[in-house]
């Protein structure tokens, strides 16, 4: 996995390690991720800032938790993170962890990773590092507190909120490898050099996981807002077809399409989002339906066995999906595929089985005329009726 | 008087153990999820619990009663300790045992929603030692025992408790339909 | 306002909430709990809360809570 850097944002990846870190209290912190307008980097995208105060309202001490597990496999960025500049991330977590008091600080590593530069930088920051087992919904929050507290790591019920209660019973504050990487930046350099790139609504960097139909893959910093067309344009395409944004949980924006900015605002009309940055090329020589269908089955696969309609909605969905890849001649079966997603949606602990239904539903859509053509015991791709 | 007593100690205990089967054959029939017969699913967990909660009752009416009676001579310290009694030691020490197990097993029961599935589960695997050692305590204690009525009433409880667990031990006692469940420890 | 949260990593489909409260909750093919209202949680009129708390407390798995 080769890493490009856009020309000008050279940021993460260029960083070098730091001496003394800052010492800040938890109302700087907490100013200085609001003030960045930083978001989560690890899927949801949900604001830092937000996630801060609420583990600084317990009584007490919260823990820290770094979240490399990196389940998604279309994502690479927090490995690169964690073999190039580890002291980033170590740094972001220690810094964020001194200014809650934190009880403990951990940095969990998914299996996937090598942790040995992680644990090297990590000996003399007070941060441990947790190399861990665990598949698509490990990294999942209330799953990685699960596993960190010695449960099987499968996601709790949403209602229990890990800031509330999460490793140990205590105030739990989970982020990503890349935005305490990003924490980390912005403590050293201010909210002023983070904000100059990105948008203002949208501010940063950040990086992004190319793979599929392109000439070389790998991981590319960019700042938020960017082209579709200019981030992928540094791993050069090889004709593209669609774009899967957000990984094995995404959605597909057309390759006609490379004007595309990635932000929630433009991705919103494809189902799409920015995520974890994962961008997959698909190329003009796979079949989409094929495609999806191996993405469903392994995702129903993926599911942690635990909520009824993911047991037994996923593995329907992803056959139904099968079946229209063969050409079988059912036209049953986008109604079928249809229904299932629909019975699937918002009825599970964790979003495994909506992100199923988005990427699934976005294939549908966006590959309709394949779709007919299917049905019609044609493939383009792959020929006629097997 | 004592002898009322004494046959309300009686009376009480074996229709406590026809409940306790009721209750146990109920409680395998709403783990399966199934319905039964004419009662609803929520209704075969209706009747389990509500089972349970008259076989308590009449434990309560059973014990008391006893120990009121002369005849009986039966002290407090045998009521919470087994096997200390001075008249058929050892089954009147099963029953002893079997009311400290229904102790425990009901105020977990009624506690449920506060102390969670995980504690609720584990405590509810004792009802499958709490009922033989009733029912080993009713067959062999008191004037009733080896009568052939007393018997027919032991073996049908029995019966029904063996089909109830071995029914639960099929492989198919955890499906419904063809559908997948999911995985819960205990 | 009150809502019916289902409990998806406690819930085995056993159906009894769908009995007693059906205006809120049917049964999917596989039996479990399936909203009527679109909402994840449906929320739960005045005149209901009585169904709703009986279905809370017959739950044999403690799956469903009022919220």
């Known amino acids: 996995m080769t890493t490009m850097t856009l020309s000008d944002t050279r940021r993460l990846l260029a960083a070098e390690p730091m001496g003394t870190l800052p010492r800040l209290s938890p109302d700087t912190l907490l100013a200085l991720a609001d003030d960045a307008g930083l978001t989560g980097r690890g899927g949801a995208g949900f604001p830092t800032a937000i996630k801060v105060r609420a583990v600084t309202q317990g009584r007490r001490a919260p823990v820290v938790v770094g979240n490399a597990m990196e389940g998604e496999p279309l994502s690479y960025k927090d490995a690169v993170l964690l073999t190039r500049v580890p002291y980033l991330v170590v740094d972001g977590l220690a810094i964020v962890a001194r200014a809650l008091g934190a009880h403990e600080a951990v940095l969990a590593v998914g299996p996937e990773i090598d942790p040995t530069a992680a644990i090297e930088a990590a000996r003399t920051r007070g941060v441990q590092v947790a190399h861990l087992e665990g598949g698509f919904v490990a990294g999942q929050e209330s799953a990685l507190v699960n596993q960190l507290d010695g449960r099987p790591a499968i996601p709790g019920d949403p209602l229990v909120r890990v800031t509330t209660r999460g490793v140990y019973g205590r105030p739990t504050l989970v982020l990503n490898a890349e935005t305490l990487a990003q924490l980390g930046l912005i403590a050293r350099h201010g909210v002023a050099w983070f904000r100059e790139a990105g948008l203002p609504e949208d501010p940063g960097t950040s990086l992004f996981s190319i793979s599929g139909s392109v000439e070389h893959a790998g991981v590319v910093e960019a700042p938020r807002g960017s082209l579709l067309g200019d981030v992928l344009a540094s791993a050069g395409p090889v004709h593209p077809v669609a774009v899967l944004v957000g990984g094995f949980h995404g959605a597909w924006v057309p390759a006609t399409a490379p004007a595309t900015r990635l932000t929630a605002h433009d991705l919103k009309p494809y189902g799409a989002a920015v995520g974890a940055g994962v961008l997959h090329v698909l190329g003009h020589d796979t079949c989409p339906i094929r495609m999806a269908a191996g993405i469903a089955g392994y995702l129903a696969e993926e599911s942690a066995a635990q909520c009824g309609p993911c047991i037994n909605g996923l593995p329907r969905m992803a056959d139904a999906l099968e079946r229209l890849a063969d050409r079988v001649p059912d036209p049953g079966l986008p109604s079928e595929i249809d229904r299932m997603r629909l019975l699937v949606t918002g009825r599970g602990a964790c979003a495994h089985p909506d992100g199923t239904a988005r990427m699934v539903a976005s294939t549908m859509r966006v590959f309709a005329d394949h779709v007919s053509r299917h049905l019609a015991g044609h493939c383009e791709i792959e020929g006629g009726r097997r | 008087m004592n002898e009322a007593l004494w046959a309300l100690g009686r009376g009480t205990g074996i229709v406590a153990l026809v409940m306790f089967t009721i209750t146990l054959v109920l409680g395998i029939a709403t783990h399966s999820g199934r319905s039964l017969g004419g009662l609803g699913r929520f209704g075969v967990a209706d009747v389990h619990r509500t089972a349970a909660l008259t076989g308590v009752g009449l434990i309560a009416v059973h014990v008391g009663s006893l120990l009121f009676d002369p005849f009986a001579q039966l002290r407090l310290v045998d009521v919470l300790f087994p096997f200390l009694g001075a008249y058929r030691p050892f089954w009147l020490g099963l029953g002893t045992l079997a009311l400290d197990l229904l102790a425990v097993v009901t105020v977990v029961s009624l506690l449920r929603h506060r102390v969670g599935p995980r504690v609720f589960r584990a405590v509810h695997w004792l009802t499958y030692v709490l009922w033989p050692v009733a029912w080993l305590h009713a067959l062999g204690t008191g004037t009733d025992a080896g009568s052939v009525w007393m018997t027919g009433v032991a073996a049908t409880c029995f019966a029904a408790v063996t089909a109830a667990v071995g029914w639960r031990l099929l492989p198919s006692y955890g499906e419904r339909g063809r559908t997948r469940t999911p995985r819960k420890s205990l | ?67």
């Open chain 3, 1 to 67: 306002m009150t809502r019916l949260h289902v409990d998806w990593t406690r819930c085995d489909g056993h159906g009894a909430c769908a009995e007693l409260v059906p205006e809120l909750l049917a049964s999917d093919e596989w039996g479990f709990p399936l909203s009527r209202t679109g909402e994840r949680d449906p929320e739960v009129p005045v005149s209901l809360e009585e169904h709703a708390d009986h279905a809370v407390r017959s739950c044999p798995l403690m799956a469903l809570r009022l919220v």
